[in-house]
């Protein structure tokens, strides 16, 4: 986001990673990867960049920026 994006929508990528050690230490204690559960993210973040949106000339509503997990000044 720092480098120019406007809205960022997506998972967190620190519970994914989280997840993903749980599943290596399954698999190194022998579980087999194809039987593992295919998982989906739970958790989303909302970040905004306030300074790219005036750059551009955008002014966002205070909704948006209220929701936001991080809001880029």
């Known amino acids: 986001m720092d ?3 406007l809205v960022s929508y997506g ?3 620190a519970e994914l990673f989280r997840r ?3 599943y290596v230490d399954k698999i190194l204690k022998g579980a087999k990867p194809a039987d593992l559960p295919v998982q989906q993210p739970t958790t989303f ?3 905004v960049n306030l300074k790219n ?3 551009l000339g955008l002014e966002l509503p205070p909704t948006l920026l209220a929701l936001a ?3 880029i000044e």
Request: charged fraction near 30%; charge should be negative; glycine fraction near 16%.
């Open 53 to 55: 949106a005036r750059l």
């Open 69 to 71: 997990d991080e809001v």
């Open 11 to 13: 998972a967190n990528l």
């Open 45 to 47: 973040e909302l970040e």
């Open 3 to 5: 480098a120019g994006g």
């Open 20 to 22: 993903a050690a749980g």
